[in-house]
């Protein structure tokens, strides 16, 4: 069975500080992976999703993702975090026709 | 672009009411799923339905049903409201069967049980 891990609960950053979001996984083989992210009151938006091929993938809104294999990570990225960037973020594994295991999500607050 | 409909954004109802949460979506997507979200637990799979007719359980479906007569309609359907049923219910599509077609969220309904 797929599953996966997002070990922080709760991010506190600096506008304008770089970002990283850190998700592992588990699963036999090469997964689907997925970043989505929920603004408060709202429902859940991809932010980007890997497949194959490059293992760096962009997403919307300036963010990217890196698969590495070795490390079953796919850590979330920002360069430059901005205010709207807070909301909550949600790591997803999927595999075949099976269903996406979602990690517990992580919430990013900004500091102005 | 893809639109997820929730019917309610807020519900309040009482322990033992029969609830229907209602999802719509446009696009005629074959794939249709009921989530709870609640904090530190993340999203937990209530119910599916791959196609019109055909439903599947999820890692949750206890005290839940779900109906699916036509295709961009899906109900999530609580038999006898409970307390403990009191959570964030999130709705979704995607266009075809396998993991790799992306999830399109509606904005989901807060669900109180008193």
């Known amino acids: 069975a797929q599953s996966v891990t997002q070990p922080d609960i709760h991010i506190t950053v600096s506008e304008g500080a770089s970002l990283e979001l850190r998700c592992n996984y588990s699963?036999?083989?090469?997964?689907?992976l997925f970043w989505y992210v929920q603004s408060p009151g709202q429902g859940l938006q991809l932010l980007l999703k890997y497949f194959s091929g490059d293992t760096l993938v962009q997403g919307i809104k300036g963010f990217e993702a890196e698969f590495k294999r070795s490390q079953s990570s796919f850590n979330l990225r920002k360069p430059s975090v901005h205010w709207s960037d807070a909301a909550e973020y949600f790591c997803?594994?999927?595999?075949?026709?099976?269903?996406?295991?979602f990690g517990k999500g992580t919430k990013l607050s900004v500091i102005p | 672009d893809v639109k997820v409909t929730q019917s309610s954004r807020y519900l309040v109802k009482r322990t033992g009411e029969k609830v229907f949460l209602e999802c719509v979506q446009d696009?005629?997507?074959?794939?249709m799923f009921w989530y709870r979200q609640d904090p530190g637990l993340g999203l937990r799979l209530i119910y599916f339905?791959?196609?019109?007719?055909?439903?599947e359980k999820g890692d949750i479906p206890e005290g839940y049903s779900v109906s699916r007569e036509k295709k961009e309609r899906f109900s999530l359907i609580l038999e006898s409201a409970s307390t403990n049923q009191t959570s964030m219910y999130l709705c979704?599509?995607?266009?075809?069967?396998?993991?790799?077609?992306?999830?399109?969220f509606g904005n989901g309904t807060r669900l109180t049980v008193t």
């Open positions: 696009m005629d997507h074959e794939n």
């Open positions: 699963y036999g083989a090469t997964p689907y």
């Open positions: 979704a599509s995607r266009l075809l069967t396998g993991a790799n077609s992306p999830l399109h």
């Open positions: 997803a594994v999927g595999a075949g026709s099976y269903q996406l295991t």
């Open positions: 339905s791959y196609d019109v007719k055909m439903k």
